[in-house]
């Protein structure tokens, strides 16, 4: 209909005033951001995100939103948990822990869970399989401090 976000803003807020010409355009909700901020904020308070986010996914049309998680909302939201995103990893230094699983899901190449490696760990790797270094001349740059 070509109704403007904040209108539908203003009618899950319940804020008539939210509705007057002074703050329709974006531009002007700027110019009058103190008043606008004064009309909001206490609604907002008496809201917590959950309950905003809700509303706003049932009076909105097509609108992209989320809340703003804390790390322990993180690692305790249901949809998460549902999906087992988070996979524990032993580190050797840093022991175990939750960790992120992958950003999606492919059924042909799954997402291989893995911990960071230690300081050095594939030094000899990659000097020697992919820059083609001699044991000799890895183990003269070990002598010098160098890895």
């Known amino acids: 209909s070509g109704r403007e976000l904040f209108g539908y803003v203003a009618d899950m807020m319940g804020i008539e005033e939210l509705h007057a ?20 904020i206490p609604w907002l ?3 917590d995100k959950e309950e905003i986010f809700q509303r706003i996914g049932g009076n909105m049309p097509a ?8 790390t322990e909302e993180i ?5 998460l948990a549902h999906f087992n995103f988070f996979k524990e990893i032993d580190h050797p230094a840093a ?8 950003p999606f899901v492919m059924s042909e190449t799954p997402w291989q869970p893995g911990r960071a490696p230690l300081l050095g760990e ?11 270094f001699s044991e000799d001349r890895l183990n003269q740059l070990g002598k010098d401090g160098v890895i």
């Open 95 to 102: 022991g175990k822990a939750l960790y992120p699983g992958g």
């Open 63 to 70: 609108t992209a939103s989320g809340m703003m998680l804390n």
């Open 45 to 47: 308070m008496e809201h």
């Open 21 to 40: 010409p002074r703050f329709r355009k974006p531009y002007q909700r700027i110019q009058h951001r103190d008043e606008l901020d004064a009309l909001m």
């Open 122 to 132: 594939h030094n000899r790797e990659v000097y020697s399989s992919l820059l083609g």
């Open 75 to 79: 690692v305790n939201c249901p949809q």
